[in-house]
């Protein structure tokens, strides 16, 4: 099973990071070839609101006529408040991708403002040796990181956006 990490700082705080990094719209607009479905993305206002323990969504990637299910469950989901981290911990559930993402949204320890995101995954892709786990962590890596940063970049487009909890 390949695994990876990446670690990030935001300068937006905790709760805002959290906000973006589970926004799965905006993964639909940023993940080349993927779309994702399921009930955070059809609930009504943030869907880091609409995500809890429990919940299942699904991303699809497609590439002409073939299309894969990527599940996932959520396991574990205490977003951030004031000083405590955010945890969460989604498991893929998939006939051809299995593992796990393992997300915190922690106040930065090295100022008084924004927020550092750990991203730690496993991923196992069926079919694919464990001779090349290196290789399919590194690409899944720079994909990832790629996303995550993208994800907190688009907190600066979205200044008003509400906090979560917020109505």
Same mark, same amino acid.
């Not at 994702?36 to 990637?61: K, N």
């Not at 995954?121 to 040796?129: A, F, H, M, N, T």
């Given at each position: 099973?390949?695994?990876?990490?990446?670690?990030? !700082?935001?300068?937006?705080?905790?709760?805002?990071?959290?906000? =973006?990094?589970?926004?799965?719209?905006?993964?639909?607009?940023?993940?080349?070839?993927?779309?994702? $479905?399921?009930?955070?993305? +059809?609930?009504?206002?943030?869907?880091?609101?609409?995500?809890?323990?429990?919940? =299942?969504?699904?991303?699809?990637?497609?590439?002409?006529?073939?299309?894969?299910?990527?599940?996932? $469950? &959520?396991?574990?989901? =205490?977003?951030?408040?004031?000083? $405590?981290?955010? $945890?969460? *911990?989604?498991?893929? +559930?998939?006939? %051809?991708?299995?593992? !796990?993402?393992?997300?915190?949204?922690?106040?930065?320890?090295? *100022?008084?403002?924004?927020? +550092?995101?750990?991203?730690?995954?496993?991923?196992?892709?069926?079919?694919?040796?464990?001779?090349?786990?290196?290789? +399919?962590?590194? %690409?899944?890596?720079?994909?990832?990181?790629? %996303? &995550?940063t993208r994800l907190i970049a688009a907190a600066a487009q979205a200044p008003a956006r509400r906090q979560p909890g917020?109505?």
């Amino acid at each position: 099973m390949a695994y990876f990490v990446i670690q990030l !700082n935001s300068p937006y705080p905790p709760e805002l990071t959290w906000t =973006v990094l589970w926004d799965l719209r905006a993964h639909d607009r940023i993940i080349p070839l993927t779309r994702l $479905r399921g009930a955070p993305l +059809t609930a009504t206002g943030a869907p880091a609101d609409a995500i809890d323990v429990g919940v =299942v969504f699904t991303a699809w990637t497609t590439l002409g006529p073939w299309s894969i299910a990527d599940p996932m $469950r &959520v396991e574990h989901w =205490v977003p951030p408040q004031q000083t $405590r981290p955010g $945890r969460a *911990l989604i498991v893929k +559930t998939g006939q %051809v991708v299995t593992g !796990n993402i393992e997300v915190t949204v922690a106040p930065r320890a090295d *100022l008084d403002h924004g927020a +550092t995101v750990h991203w730690a995954q496993q991923i196992d892709v069926r079919g694919v040796p464990a001779a090349l786990d290196p290789l +399919t962590a590194a %690409v899944a890596q720079t994909a990832y990181r790629s %996303v &995550v940063t993208r994800l907190i970049a688009a907190a600066a487009q979205a200044p008003a956006r509400r906090q979560p909890g917020t109505h």
